[in-house]
């Protein structure tokens, strides 16, 4: 497709952030009005927010694979006040079928992206499809200079990610580690829990580095060996 190869940069999507790689917790309402609006192509706006860590991306990324997956286009661009590609990025996405902006916060002060994502944003909606959209904020907290656009930002449908538990978390942490082909079990996740940063974004990190781990020494994630590599990874700090 002509369109698509007009597009640049991290246009990508990550194969192990679908809706069956993604632990609910107690957000399964959310996923599971997001999988039907996108077996539905309904023809709406989705605004979902809530703190870093609690898989606003991936849930993103979801809704552009099950697009996909039913032969709709869907495009996917992560947005970063450092490195903010030229606005021009947005001419021609009204053609695709769902369309996910990652950080819609980070064009805030940005004239041109603010102008030029307004007319994009009524471009989509005339076409009469979706545009799902993610902050750490909601949309009225998002200071965008433009009127029209703090307007836009509020219709539509906006859901908050909630916060998981610590035995959510303990849940997560072993479903992720299954996903990712090995086997941790509750004890040890408890005592992660308990000896390292409980944000999630540092627990996944963390499970990464555990599965190496295991891997090298050909050993099980015990307390002893759990220890050791916490010890290990503190001593490199």
């Given at each position: 497709?002509?369109?698509?190869?007009?597009?640049?940069?991290?246009?990508?999507?990550?194969?192990?952030?679908?809706?069956?790689?993604?632990f609910?917790?107690?957000?399964?309402?959310?996923?599971?009005?997001?999988?039907?609006s996108i077996s539905h192509h309904a023809q709406e706006q989705i605004y979902i927010w809530?703190?870093?860590?609690?898989?606003?991306?991936?849930?993103?990324?979801?809704?552009c694979h099950q697009a996909q997956s039913l032969g709709l286009s869907s495009f996917y661009?992560?947005?970063?006040?450092s490195e903010?590609?030229?606005?021009?990025?947005?001419?021609?996405?009204?053609?695709?079928?769902?369309?996910?902006?990652?950080?819609?916060?980070?064009?805030v002060g940005?004239?041109?992206?603010?102008l030029a994502f307004f007319n994009f944003y009524n471009k989509q909606r005339d076409q009469g499809h979706t545009l799902i959209l993610s902050a750490n904020s909601?949309?009225?907290d998002i200071a965008v200079k433009l009127p029209d656009l703090k307007t836009r930002l509020n219709w539509g449908l906006t859901l908050k990610i909630q916060s998981l538990s610590d035995e959510d978390k303990v849940t997560a942490l072993i479903f992720k580690a299954n996903q990712m082909g090995f086997?941790?079990?509750?004890?040890?996740?408890?005592?992660?829990?308990?000896?390292?940063?409980?944000?999630?974004?540092?627990?996944?990190?963390?499970?990464?580095?555990?599965?190496?781990?295991?891997?090298?020494?050909?050993?099980?994630?015990?307390?002893?060996f759990l220890k050791q590599i916490l010890l290990e990874e503190s001593s490199e700090k």
């Open positions: 497709m002509a369109l698509i190869k007009q597009i640049p940069l991290q246009f990508e999507f990550r194969a192990d952030q679908s809706f069956d790689d993604y609910p917790g107690s957000n399964l309402e959310i996923v599971t009005y997001l999988q039907k809530g703190e870093s860590g609690l898989g606003k991306s991936h849930l993103l990324q979801a809704c661009f992560a947005l970063s006040s903010l590609p030229d606005a021009s990025i947005l001419n021609g996405l009204d053609e695709f079928d769902v369309v996910c902006f990652d950080n819609i916060d980070q064009i940005h004239e041109d992206w603010e909601p949309p009225n086997e941790i079990t509750p004890k040890a996740v408890r005592f992660l829990l308990t000896h390292n940063n409980r944000d999630l974004s540092s627990l996944w990190a963390l499970l990464t580095k555990l599965d190496h781990a295991s891997l090298a020494a050909k050993r099980k994630l015990t307390i002893p």
